[in-house]
């Protein structure tokens, strides 16, 4: 029979030694880091000692991914010769810029880790916070955000982070206060269960709060940028913005899509009929014509406006079910336990 063996990564001794332990004999690491790199030339170098520094300084098991997302500035070259001095580190070239989430999504689908921790290769982000945030994943939660509580950006990006974080806070419910944070750690479950596309990356969190998995945060240090330059501005926010409205929609209407557009194509349809039923009976009651009245037009335009959108949310619902026949049911499960008179039967 296979036994089952639970991490620890709380910061102590007999923590690490029972990780040694554990992994001892085994290739496998602990914990992935996923870098996404655009032009960071002058920044790897002294992240990747960093990096190395903090997982020596605590035992873990550890691998870096670099995914270099189409770097031009000779990042390329950078990372081939830290791939030649460590063993541990896993360099992904992409062909050309596809953007953050690809690049995380390429990193992900490498990492090997039972937690996966996602940082930005600005040197900006700490890792000396990552022993922390693994410490609170201990706590039972599956996905820890880095909070930027004294960021060291200018006040136009604090600016509009505040504005992108507070109409989250409020269109999810989901009480945090740094999202667009790239230190994050999540549980190797929880990114198994996500599909990441377009520019969501910034929306893990809350897609993961929507499946079910535990968000938390901590305060965490953020540094001034010392080399390059950033990569976002204030253009971000409108794209963010309808990132945001797709992550909401796909959460509440995903699965049942015929819930939002045959209640508004049944609200237009019904507003229509009551116009022409009043039109009809004006007509009875001698108040003719009624051919020339824009209130006719509108009146068969609703309800034609409304018989379509009840008939593309019946498309819709053919879609999703289609979909679910060869969707696992036990994909927002998070645990099965059996009876002993079951397992033996197994034996």
């Known amino acids: 029979m296979r036994s089952t063996v639970e991490f620890s990564f709380e910061q102590t001794d007999e923590t690490v030694d029972k990780h040694l332990e554990v992994t001892k004999g085994s290739d496998r690491p602990q914990l992935s880091i996923v870098i996404p790199v655009y032009n960071e030339v002058d920044n790897l170098l002294p992240l990747h000692g960093r990096i190395q520094d903090v997982m020596q300084g605590h035992g873990y098991r550890w691998e870096v991914i670099y995914v270099n997302d189409g770097s031009t500035d000779g990042s390329d070259a950078v990372l081939s010769d830290l791939l030649r001095q460590d063993?541990?580190?896993?360099?992904?070239?992409?062909?050309?810029?596809?953007?953050?989430?690809?690049?995380?999504?390429?990193?992900?689908s490498l990492a090997a880790g039972e937690v996966i921790v996602t940082m930005d290769g600005d040197l900006q982000d700490e890792p000396g916070e990552i022993p922390r945030m693994l410490a609170r994943l201990d706590d039972g939660y599956d996905v820890?955000?880095?909070?930027?509580?004294?960021?060291?950006?200018?006040?136009?990006?604090?600016?509009?982070?505040?504005?992108?974080?507070?109409?989250?806070?409020?269109?999810?419910?989901l009480d945090v206060h740094d999202m667009n944070s790239g230190l994050k750690a999540y549980r190797r479950v929880c990114i198994e269960k996500l599909v990441l596309y377009g520019d969501m990356h910034r929306y893990l969190p809350i897609m993961a709060h929507f499946a079910g998995f535990r968000v938390t945060e901590i305060p965490v240090a953020h540094h001034e940028r010392r080399f390059g330059r950033s990569k976002y501005g204030l253009e971000r926010l409108p794209h963010g913005g309808l990132d945001l409205l797709t992550v909401i929609f796909l959460h509440q209407y995903g699965r049942r899509p015929l819930h939002l557009f045959g209640g508004g194509g049944l609200l237009l349809l019904t507003t229509g009929f009551f116009i022409n039923l009043w039109l009809t009976i004006q007509w009875f009651l001698g108040n003719r014509p009624i051919g020339d009245r824009p209130l006719l037009l509108l009146g068969v335009l609703l309800m034609l406006i409304g018989f379509q959108t009840i008939t593309v949310?019946?498309?819709?619902?053919?879609?999703?079910?289609?979909?679910?026949?060869?969707?696992?049911?036990?994909?927002?499960?998070?645990?099965?336990?059996?009876?002993?008179?079951f397992r033996r039967s197994l034996e």
Request: glycine share 8%.
């Open 87 to 108: 063993e541990r580190v896993t360099v992904v070239m992409q062909r050309r810029n596809f953007g953050k989430s690809l690049a995380l999504a390429a990193g992900f």
């Open 313 to 341: 949310g019946l498309v819709a619902e053919l879609l999703v079910s289609f979909i679910q026949r060869v969707e696992d049911p036990l994909t927002v499960t998070a645990s099965v336990e059996r009876g002993t008179s």
């Open 144 to 173: 820890v955000i880095g909070w930027r509580q004294a960021r060291r950006d200018s006040l136009a990006k604090r600016a509009a982070s505040w504005v992108a974080n507070t109409v989250t806070k409020l269109a999810t419910g």
